[in-house]
T-cell receptor, first 112, second 117 residues
Framework: LAKTTQPISMDSYEGQEVNITCSHN???????ITWYQQFPSQGPRFIIQ?????VTNEVASLFIPADRKSSTLSLPRVSLSDTAVYYC?????????????WGLGTSLAVNP | NAGVMQNPRHLVRRRGQEARLRCSPM?????VYWYRQLPEEGLKFMVY????????ESGMPKERFSAEFPKEGPSILRIQQVVRGDSAAYFC???????????????FGPGTRLTVT
């Protein structure tokens, strides 16, 4: 399973755009990039998933370059409630292997 | 549609006692996963179960830990003879079984915080 690397922490201010980059140099052809968000004392919550180029939903955008060795989660106009830990995971296409491998994540602090 | 439910939310046990953690998956989900999270760390996979079957238990310690997902009722993670090092947050997740999905998105419960004194 691919290993991911992302910054341990980031600071931002309300209203700013936040970009969190994740490296996954050993990503396989059938792997998808998935991001989860975790608030203190809660379970992780799925944010977004993509394979290549750009994916956007109501919460975030995910940018994936052609070589797929990295990805960037973009949070537009963050608010205080976006303070959380963000995890980047590489997830194999639907099959028998469903085990998620988690790194330390990026702890985002949004300041007023 | 209720989300993944876990109980208890907090559990305190003395060393040597048994801990039983329960997880009810989302309606329609027949796949359950257990993860452990230590403070300031990411989640660590423990076990993946389908109804009445353990599919992957590669992350679960061989001794003192067991998991089940019976045909009826919640999934149970059981820790016998707990030690202080078992203190952690234990999260359960569930997912769909089959279907036109790219990957199997996992839905997480609120976790059970186990404290061993």
């Amino acid at each position: 399973l691919a290993k991911t690397t992302q910054p341990i922490s980031m600071d931002s201010y309300e209203g700013q755009e936040v970009n969190i980059t994740c490296s996954h140099n050993n990503i396989a052809t059938n792997d998808y990039i998935t991001w989860y968000q975790q608030f203190p004392s809660q379970g992780p919550r799925f944010i977004i998933q993509g394979y290549k180029t750009k994916v956007t939903n109501e919460v975030a955008s995910l940018f994936i370059p052609a070589d797929r060795k990295s990805s960037t989660l973009s949070l537009p106009r963050v608010s205080l409630s976006d303070t959380a830990v963000y995890y980047c995971l590489v997830v194999p296409r639907a099959g028998n292997n469903r085990k998620l491998i988690w790194g330390l994540g990026t702890s985002l602090a949004v300041n007023p | 549609n209720a989300g993944v439910m876990q109980n208890p939310r907090h559990l305190v046990r003395r060393r040597g006692q048994e801990a039983r953690l329960r997880c009810s998956p989302m309606k329609g989900h027949s796949h359950v996963y257990w993860y452990r999270q230590l403070p300031e760390e990411g989640l660590k996979f423990m076990v993946y179960l389908q109804k009445e079957n353990i599919i992957d238990e590669s992350g679960m310690p061989k001794e003192r830990f067991s998991a089940e997902f019976p045909k009826e009722g919640p999934s149970i993670l059981r820790i016998q003879q707990v030690v202080r090092g078992d203190s952690a947050a234990y999260f359960c997740a569930s997912s769909h079984s089959e279907g036109p999905l790219i990957t199997y998105e996992q839905y997480f419960g609120p976790g059970t915080r186990l404290t061993v004194t």
